[in-house]
């Protein structure tokens, strides 16, 4: 092979490799330009995506919210009568109920509990609010739970109590105080069994049983 045939195949290859980078750079020219196109679209989609996924979850929520509150019983002024395991009677009422149809719990507004209804001695709970599990027999109220029993005219205030209507017992651990005529006690928590015939007060660490008695007056 000559000189000059050495050069030309080197020339013709040099061409070869010019010619396929040349290629290349097209074809990854024609990509570029591609993606430059496609970003915009698919940021555009995906910003679609997620606004009409966001506006959908909003208006099925709303929508579940009405139809869960369109299937929710309101009561005015409802009563609730019952008895305990021992006979005893008693009544729940309210200013208002609203019963939630997933758990079947009633929301009660401005509740009064009357236990032992009819009988020598009636103990009677108010509270601004309270929660009445029927199928789990039991009430609970608070804030603001006054609890007075007529014969005794001992009355106590505590901000939660929570009542058994399968037994009657009333108990509490938010701590409690009250008046009467022997005078006054506070604990941290409570219990009132036998529908208000005997009261156990229990206190612990700093929030000990407090109480005073007041003296005979003079006459007496």
Known sequence: MTETDAREDRKREDEARL?????RWRARSRRVKLYRRLLPILILLL????????????VMSGVEREASQSRAVALEKPMFHGQDA????????????VRDPTTGYFTLNGPTLRLNLGGRRVTQITADAGTYNEAGRTVTIGPNVKISEGESG???????????????IVTGNKGISGTGPLG???ASSYVIA????RVTFS???ENKIRGTINAPSSGE
Do not use: K, Y
């Not at 010619?19 to 290629?23: K, Q, R, S, V």
């Not at 729940?92 to 109920?97: F, H, K, M, S, V």
């Not at 505590?158 to 037994?167: G, H, I």
């Open 47 to 58: 910003a679609g995506g997620a606004l009409t996924w966001t506006v959908f979850r909003t």
């Open 154 to 168: 001992f009355d106590l205030v505590t901000p939660e109590a929570v009542v058994d209507t399968r037994t009657g």
């Open 86 to 97: 021992e006979g005893r009677s008693f009544v729940i009422g309210a200013q208002g109920a």
């Open 203 to 205: 206190g612990s660490g």
């Open 19 to 23: 010619a396929l980078a040349a290629d």
């Open 194 to 197: 036998e529908q208000g015939e």
């Open 184 to 186: 006054t006690i506070s």
